[in-house]
C-alpha cells in the first residue's frame, strides 16, 4: 500500500472510528444524562424551564 | 354558630385565628359556594376607609397561588374580607407535627412561592408586599401545591418602600425589627430608635406607628423607621424555606441562623437560602424573579451538571477534531492518489509520445508528472515518472544511431514530404500549403501557398533555397532572406538536374516541359511533349499515385519522362529533335527511375509484370535490366543505381550487373532513401528500418506505420504517413564522450564484461571468449573445450581479480583469467541439475530466477512474495548499487537489457543494451557495433538539471 493509499484509508478509518466513538458516545452520555437528570430531579423536583 | 353575614354569607365555623383576626369558615347563600371570611382585627383601629382600600388592592389580585379575594362586608363593628376558601393545612402544622419534606417538594414550593411573589411585587403602582411569609401563611392544599395566605399586613409599596406594620419572629427580616445591615458587614444601629414590638410567637404584632417601644435590650430614646421592601419578603421566604428543610425555626437575629448544613440540603440550594437570608438586604437576591431563577437554575448550575455537559462537549469537540482529522488526511490521500493517477497517466502519456518520435512531448509528459509544487496533495516521486523522464532524455540510450528527434505538427496529412540536401529543412505539402521547418529546432520557417493538387511538388535546391509549384506558378523561396526569389509558369511536377542547376516542371497533365534556371529563374527552354502527357487522375486533389517518371541528368542534357499512354521518352535538351522513345504506348501504368551519369535507370509496372532496365544514353544501348511480376523500386542519382524488390534493396552497376546489398528486411520494401553512411527503408509491415553502409539494421521501428515518406540526408531521417498530421524526424546521434572500451565490431558474442581494474574487456559465448583492452587491441582469444558440453558461464569479479568460470553438464568448472585469458584453474564439481534456476541477494529481497518462468522478489526477513519481475525474460544478473538494484535479463527474441529499480522494485529506467555494472555502479552498454558506453546512474535531481541545460 503506497503512502497516499495509507493516508486515504486510514483517514476514512480515523473518520470512522470517530464516527463510532461518537455514536458511542452519543449512547453514553444519553444514558448518564438520563440517570444525572433523574437523580437532579429527585432532588430539586422537575425542571422548570 | 351559623351567623348570616351582610345577607349573603353564612359563617359557619372558625377555622383558625392570629395576629390579623379570626377566620371563618362560610358559604355564599346564593352560590352555595365555600368562602373563607376573615374579621379583621384592625377595626379597632384602622378606618374602615383604609380597610376598604387594601382589600380592594387584594381583590384585585389574580394568581394560581394567591387564594382569590371576592368581597369586603362589615357586619356590626367588624370587617370580613371574603375571599377562596383553600382546602388542605397549613405548613406549620405539618411542622409541628415534625414532618418532614423532600428537598424535590421544598423546592417546587418554593418556585411557587417565588411566582406568587413575583406576581405580588410586580402588582402596581409599586408592588404589593406580603409582609408575613411564614410557614402557617402557607396552605398545602391536597394536590400538593401551596397558597399563600394572610395578607393581613400585606402592605401597598411606595417609591421607597413601605413601613412595615407588623413581623412575626424569626421569619422577619431584620428591617421588620428595624434593624439595618445594609453595607458592609451586619451591625444592628440605633436599635433604640427603631419601632419595634414584640409579639406572640404564631401571630404578627401588630405596630402602632409613632409608638415608641423598647427592643431587647435597648435603651435611650428616639425612634427611626427602616422601610421595608421586595427583600424583605424575600428573607421571610428564605426563613419559611430554612424551616421546611431543616425542620429548625430560624433564629430571630439573622447574624445568628444557623447555617443549613450539606446534610440537610444540596449546598446550592443551601446557597440560595443562605443568600436569601442575608442579613444584608443589598446582599440578598433583589426580587423574586431572580430567586426564582436560582431555583429554576438548579439543575443547569449543578456542578454534575456541569461537569456532564463539559464532558459531552470535550468529548464532541474531541471527536469531531479527529473525524476532521480523518476526513483531511483520506482528503490529502485521495487527492494524493488522484494526482498519482494522473502522474501515471502522464507517464504512460510521454511513453507513448515518444513511441511517436514526438520527444518534446514526451518530455512535457514526464515533467508534468513530477510533483513540483511541494503541496501536501502532491504525491510521492513515482518511479513511473521518473522512467519516463529518464527515458524521454535518453541518458541511457547509448547507442549510436537515429533517434527520436521531434515530431513536427503539420495543419493537415501530408501530401508529400522532403528534406533539404543536409536535411536541415524539412517540407510538407498539405492541402494547399507548403509548411517549412528547421528540423534542429523545430521552428516554422515559412508557409508558403501552394497549387490545390497533390500533384504538387516540394524540391530543395539547398538549404535555404526552396522549389514548389505555388499558386499558380512554380516558385523559388529564400529561406533566409524569407522571400520569394523568383516565379515560373503554373507547375506541379518539379524535377532537379542532379548539379541542382535546372529544374524542370510539368503543370498537371500539359504537353510540354518548363526547364528553369535555378539561381535566376530564367525559363530556358520548353520541351514539347507532343501529343502526349503525363498520367494525371480525374481528381488530383487529393492523392498522387506517383506514376510518373520526370527526372534531369546530372548536368541538365537528357530529361526522361513518362506518359499516360504508358510510353517513356527521353529528350535531349541541347537538341530538340533528338526524342530518345524508350517505350511506345504500352501497359505500363508506373514509372521510377532517374540518371546515374549517362546512364538511365528506370522500372516500369504494369499490372502483370515490372521491368527494370539501364539504358546507356551515350551508346544508346540497355545495358542490364531484369523482368519480374513483383515491382522494381528504383532510384538513380550520383552515388548510384538502387534497386529494391521484394525485401531486398541493392546498388547494382549499370553496366555488370553486380549487386551490393544495401538492405535486407522482413518484409517488403515500399519506399527507401538513402545517404552516405545509412539507408532508411519504409516496409509493408509498418515498419522502418535503417541500415549502415555495411547493411546491419542498425534500428527497427515498428510503431506508427505504414510509412508513406522516407526521406533521409545528413543527420536527419523524416518519416511520416498520409493520415498523421506530423513529420517525425530523427536524428543521428553519437556519445563518443561515454566511450569505454572497443571491439572487433565482428566479434560476435553474448556478453561483455569489464574486469574489475578496468583494463580488458572479455567478450564471451558459449564456444569462447575474446580479450580486448580498452583501446581495442585483441589480447587473447581461446575456444572452449568440449563447448557443447557448457552448462553456464559466470563472469566474477572478487578479490582473487576477475575471471571467468565455465560450467560444464559433468560439474566440471574452469576458470580463465580476465587478465590474459589463460585458464586459472580446472575442478571438478557436482553435476547441475539443468534446471538454470538461479537465485539472487540484495539486502532486502530474495529474487528467483527459473529459466522458463516469471523472476520473483521475495522479502528476505518475513519470506513474502513482495513482487514479479520482467514476465517474458530470463533474468540473468541482479546488482544492488546502494539502494537501487540493477536486473539485467535476455528478452525472448534474444535482446539484452537491464532495468533499474527502486528501493520497492519500481522501474526508474530501461537499461537498453546494458552488458555489465561495475562495482562502483558504472554501467556499462554494449552497442553489439564495437563500443563498450558507460554512464552512471543519475538521480531525479541530475535529471532534471539535464532538462535545464
Known amino acids: 500500500m503506497s503512502g497516499s493509499e495509507l493516508l486515504f484509508y486510514g483517514g476514512i478509518g480515523v473518520m470512522a472510528a470517530a464516527a463510532l466513538l461518537g455514536v458511542v458516545a452519543v449512547v453514553g452520555f444519553r444514558i448518564s444524562g438520563r440517570r444525572l437528570r433523574a437523580r437532579l430531579e429527585k432532588e430539586f423536583g422537575k425542571r422548570r424551564h | 354558630m351559623s351567623q348570616i353575614i351582610a345577607s349573603t354569607y353564612e359563617i359557619l365555623q372558625e377555622i383558625g385565628s392570629g395576629g390579623g383576626g379570626v377566620v371563618y369558615l362560610g358559604r355564599h347563600l346564593r352560590l352555595g359556594k365555600w368562602v373563607v371570611l376573615k374579621a379583621d382585627k384592625r377595626t379597632i383601629t384602622a378606618k374602615p376607609e383604609v380597610l376598604r382600600r387594601e382589600v380592594d388592592a387584594l381583590k384585585n389580585l389574580s394568581h394560581t397561588y394567591i387564594p382569590q379575594v371576592y368581597d369586603f362586608v362589615t357586619e356590626g363593628e367588624t370587617v370580613y374580607t371574603v375571599m377562596d376558601y383553600i382546602e388542605g393545612e397549613s405548613l406549620d402544622k405539618a411542622l409541628k407535627r415534625g414532618e418532614r419534606f423532600p428537598q424535590a417538594q421544598v423546592v417546587e414550593w418554593a418556585c411557587q412561592l417565588l411566582e406568587a411573589l413575583c406576581y405580588l411585587h410586580s402588582r402596581p403602582p409599586h408592588g404589593i408586599l406580603h409582609s408575613d411569609i411564614k410557614p402557617s401563611n402557607i396552605m398545602r392544599t391536597p394536590q400538593n401545591d401551596i397558597r399563600l395566605i394572610d395578607f393581613n399586613i400585606a402592605l401597598a409599596l411606595g417609591e421607597e418602600g413601605a413601613v412595615r406594620v407588623g413581623f412575626s419572629r424569626g421569619y422577619a427580616s431584620p428591617e421588620h425589627y428595624g434593624m439595618d445591615y445594609a453595607g458592609m458587614g451586619a451591625t444592628e444601629r440605633d436599635e433604640d430608635d427603631v419601632l419595634t414590638r414584640v409579639s406572640e410567637p404564631e401571630g404578627p404584632e401588630t405596630v402602632m406607628p409613632s409608638v415608641p417601644v423598647s427592643s431587647r435590650g435597648s435603651t435611650g430614646s428616639g425612634k427611626r423607621t427602616v422601610l421595608l421592601d421586595v427583600r424583605s419578603d424575600i428573607y421571610s421566604l428564605g426563613a419559611t424555606l430554612y424551616h421546611l428543610f431543616t425542620g429548625r425555626r430560624p433564629a430571630q437575629d439573622a447574624r445568628e441562623v444557623l447555617p443549613i448544613s450539606d446534610q440537610e440540603v444540596s449546598p446550592a440550594v443551601a446557597a440560595i437560602i443562605r443568600k436569601a437570608m442575608d442579613p444584608d438586604p443589598n446582599r440578598r437576591w433583589q426580587t423574586a424573579a431572580e430567586m426564582l431563577r436560582a431555583f429554576e437554575h438548579l439543575h443547569d448550575e449543578d456542578p454534575r451538571m456541569k461537569r456532564h455537559r463539559r464532558r459531552c462537549r470535550v468529548t464532541a469537540a474531541l471527536l469531531a477534531l479527529v473525524f476532521l482529522a480523518g476526513g483531511f488526511t483520506a482528503f490529502v490521500g485521495l487527492k494524493q492518489m488522484e494526482r498519482l493517477q494522473n502522474a501515471y497517466a502522464l507517464a504512460e502519456y510521454s511513453a507513448n509520445a515518444l513511441r511517436e518520435g514526438d520527444v518534446d512531448g514526451a518530455l512535457s509528459y514526464a515533467l508534468a508528472a513530477i510533483p513540483t509544487e511541494g503541496s501536501i496533495f502532491d504525491p510521492p516521486q513515482t518511479a513511473q515518472a521518473q522512467r519516463a523522464l529518464t527515458n524521454a532524455l535518453g541518458v541511457y540510450d547509448l547507442t549510436d544511431g537515429f533517434k527520436a528527434h521531434r515530431l513536427l505538427a503539420l495543419p493537415s496529412e501530408p501530401i508529400k514530404a522532403a528534406l533539404s540536401p543536409s536535411g536541415t529543412r524539412a517540407a510538407a505539402l498539405t492541402s494547399g500549403l507548403v509548411t517549412v521547418f528547421d528540423t534542429d529546432t523545430g521552428e516554422t520557417l515559412a508557409e508558403l501557398p501552394a497549387e490545390q493538387s497533390a500533384l504538387a511538388d516540394v524540391v530543395f535546391v539547398d538549404e535555404n533555397t526552396l522549389l514548389y509549384a505555388g499558386e499558380g506558378a512554380i516558385r523559388c523561396y529564400d529561406l533566409a532572406e524569407g522571400a520569394e526569389r523568383w516565379s515560373g509558369k503554373a507547375a506541379t511536377t518539379i524535377t532537379l538536374s542532379g548539379d541542382r542547376s535546372l529544374a524542370a516542371a510539368v503543370y498537371k497533365d500539359e504537353n510540354v516541359a518548363a526547364v528553369y534556371d535555378v539561381k535566376t529563374g530564367e525559363a530556358l527552354r520548353a520541351v514539347s511533349f507532343q501529343d502526349k502527357h503525363q498520367s494525371v487522375l480525374p481528381n488530383d486533389v487529393f492523392a498522387d499515385p506517383e506514376d510518373n517518371l520526370l527526372a534531369l541528368d546530372a548536368s541538365g542534357n537528357w530529361l526522361a519522362a513518362s506518359f499516360s499512354d504508358g510510353s517513356l521518352q527521353v529528350f535531349d535538351l541541347r537538341d530538340s529533335e533528338n526524342v530518345v522513345e524508350l517505350y511506345e504506348a504500352s501497359d505500363y501504368t508506373h514509372f521510377e527511375g532517374g540518371f546515374y551519369?549517362?546512364?538511365?535507370?528506370?522500372?516500369?509496372?504494369?499490372?502483370?509484370?515490372?521491368?527494370?532496365?539501364?539504358?546507356?544514353?551515350?551508346?544508346?544501348?540497355?545495358?542490364?535490366?531484369?523482368?519480374?511480376?513483383?515491382?522494381?523500386?528504383?532510384?538513380?542519382?550520383?552515388t548510384g543505381v538502387y534497386v529494391g524488390t521484394e525485401n531486398i534493396l541493392v546498388r547494382i552497376h549499370p553496366v555488370t550487373g553486380e549487386q551490393a546489398e544495401v538492405?535486407?528486411?522482413?518484409?517488403?520494401?515500399?519506399?527507401?532513401?538513402?545517404?552516405?553512411?545509412?539507408?532508411?527503408?519504409?516496409?509493408?509491415?509498418?515498419?522502418?528500418?535503417?541500415?549502415?553502409?555495411?547493411?546491419?539494421?542498425?534500428?527497427?521501428?515498428?510503431?506508427?506505420?505504414?510509412?508513406?515518406?522516407?526521406?533521409?540526408?545528413?543527420?536527419?531521417?523524416?518519416?511520416?504517413?498520409?493520415?498523421?498530421?506530423?513529420?517525425?524526424?530523427?536524428?543521428?546521434?553519437?556519445?563518443?564522450?561515454?566511450?569505454?572500451?572497443?571491439?572487433?565490431?565482428?566479434?560476435?558474442?553474448?556478453?561483455?564484461?569489464?574486469?574489475?581494474?578496468?583494463?580488458?574487456?572479455?567478450?564471451?559465448?558459449?564456444?569462447?571468449?575474446?580479450l580486448y583492452d580498452t583501446a581495442g587491441t585483441l589480447l587473447a582469444e581461446t575456444a572452449l573445450p568440449d563447448a557443447e558440453q557448457v552448462y553456464d558461464q559466470q563472469y566474477r569479479r572478487d578479490e582473487s581479480g576477475s575471471y571467468l568460470e565455465v560450467f560444464y553438464n559433468d560439474g566440471t568448472i574452469r576458470r580463465y583469467s580476465a587478465i590474459d585469458g589463460s585458464l586459472l584453474s580446472e575442478t571438478a564439481g557436482e553435476a547441475p541439475d539443468g534446471t538454470l534456476y538461479e537465485e539472487f541477494f540484495t539486502d532486502a529481497y530474495r529474487i528467483t530466477s527459473p529459466l522458463h518462468g516469471t523472476p520473483e522478489v521475495y522479502d528476505r526477513e518475513s519470506g513474502e512474495l513482495v513482487c514479479t519481475l520482467e514476465p517474458d525474460a530470463y533474468l540473468t544478473y541482479v546488482t544492488q548499487v546502494g539502494d537501487k538494484i540493477i536486473t539485467e535479463y535476455i528478452s525472448a527474441q534474444g535482446q539484452r537489457y537491464g532495468l533499474l529499480l527502486d528501493e520497492n522494485c519500481e522501474t526508474l529506467a530501461d537499461l537498453p543494451e546494458l552488458c555489465d555494472v561495475l562495482a562502483d555502479g558504472t554501467l556499462v552498454f554494449d552497442d553489439m557495433r564495437g563500443n563498450l558506453r558507460q554512464s552512471r546512474i543519475y538521480s531525479m535531481q541530475e535529471l532534471l538539471a539535464l532538462v535545464d541545460h
Not at chain 2, 597 to 620: C, H, K, N, R
Not at chain 2, 675 to 698: I, P, Q
Open chain 2, 597 to 638: 551519369g549517362q546512364y538511365l535507370a528506370f522500372s516500369a509496372t504494369s499490372s502483370e509484370e515490372s521491368v527494370f532496365a539501364v539504358i546507356d544514353l551515350e551508346a544508346m544501348a540497355q545495358t542490364g535490366g531484369f523482368l519480374s511480376q513483383l515491382p522494381f523500386h528504383v532510384q538513380a542519382d550520383e
Open chain 2, 663 to 770: 538492405a535486407y528486411t522482413d518484409a517488403d520494401i515500399t519506399a527507401f532513401a538513402r545517404t552516405a553512411d545509412h539507408t532508411l527503408t519504409a516496409t509493408a509491415d509498418g515498419a522502418y528500418c535503417v541500415f549502415d553502409s555495411g547493411a546491419r539494421l542498425l534500428e527497427k521501428v515498428e510503431e506508427g506505420g505504414p510509412w508513406d515518406f522516407v526521406q533521409a540526408a545528413g543527420d536527419f531521417i523524416l518519416v511520416a504517413n498520409r493520415d498523421t498530421p506530423s513529420l517525425r524526424i530523427l536524428r543521428l546521434e553519437d556519445h563518443p564522450e561515454a566511450q569505454l572500451a572497443s571491439y572487433d565490431p565482428g566479434d560476435l558474442h553474448d556478453e561483455a564484461r569489464v574486469s574489475a581494474d578496468g583494463s580488458t574487456v572479455m567478450l564471451f559465448r558459449y564456444d569462447g571468449f575474446r
